[in-house]
């Protein structure tokens, strides 16, 4: 399969280096079927034509590039979104939008060339009907496939392009995102902090700290404890009251 892709960047130059970049790109390969400047020229080019991944630039005049793949993710048939930008410090951000990669200029081909294949299979799984179990997350591990039951997970955390489940006995990597497993497991799981999510059965405590907590937060906060595994994870003050309440029996 040969991937459709529309560069989005207000440097023209940019966009060029990109454009000569995915000319030797194979396995697989990539064309460039559009190019946009600005935020609104890649909607109104996206609204007329699909394409499977969009290589966008994060700073931009008017609408930056985390706003615009906000606007993408809404679109009915969204495409892919890897992020090209000169600055590393919105990774975290970038992820939590479930953008497929995130590379920082100046781009190496072969490093191009991963990101087009993580696209490729981020788009043969959404043509794909899920294959998990209501019940079970499928985990990809070193060739071979787990099936580890949602009632087994004590956590899952977000940590940049995957999501770490920590049951009682080990952990896993997923290939998902938080916000996709928060909306799929509502009675079972609730958000502490935008990176994380426990399981409600396994609230043990919510504590006070004062610096250098177990959960590695600096200056006073909160934490929570949890049964069957000794780490702590740290708690926002925007998640604090609905913690709360469920630690308090409130929850349904």
Request: hydrophobic share 45%; aromatic share 4%.
């Amino acid at each position: 399969m040969t991937l459709k892709v529309l560069l989005v960047d207000d440097e023209a130059l940019a966009r060029m280096r990109l454009r000569d970049l995915l000319a030797d790109c194979s396995e697989p390969a990539a064309t460039v079927v559009g190019e946009a400047a600005q935020a609104q020229q890649a909607l109104d080019f996206l609204g007329a034509q699909a394409c499977d991944l969009v290589l966008l630039d994060i700073h931009m005049p008017g609408m930056d590039g985390l706003k615009l793949a906000q606007a993408i993710r809404s679109l009915a048939a969204p495409p892919a979104v890897v992020f090209v930008t000169a600055h590393a410090e919105h990774a975290l951000q970038a992820f939590d939008l479930e953008a497929v990669d995130y590379l920082t200029k100046p781009v190496r081909r072969d490093r191009l060339q991963q990101a087009l294949a993580k696209a490729l299979r981020w788009r043969a799984a959404q043509a794909e009907p899920a294959t998990e179990a209501p019940d079970h997350l499928l985990i990809q591990d070193r060739g071979r496939i787990e099936r580890v039951p949602v009632s087994d997970v004590v956590y899952l955390k977000a940590e940049l392009k995957y999501v770490t489940v920590r049951t009682r006995v080990r952990s896993h990597i997923y290939d998902g995102s938080l916000s996709d497993l928060e909306s799929r497991f509502p009675e079972r799981f609730v958000r502490v902090h935008r990176n994380a999510l426990v399981a409600r059965a396994a609230l043990r405590a919510l504590e006070r700290h004062h610096g250098g907590s177990a959960s590695g937060s600096d200056g006073e906060g909160w934490e929570v404890a949890l049964h069957g595994v000794d780490e702590r994870l740290a708690v926002s003050r925007r998640q604090l009251p609905a913690l709360r309440e469920v630690v308090q029996g409130g929850a349904r």
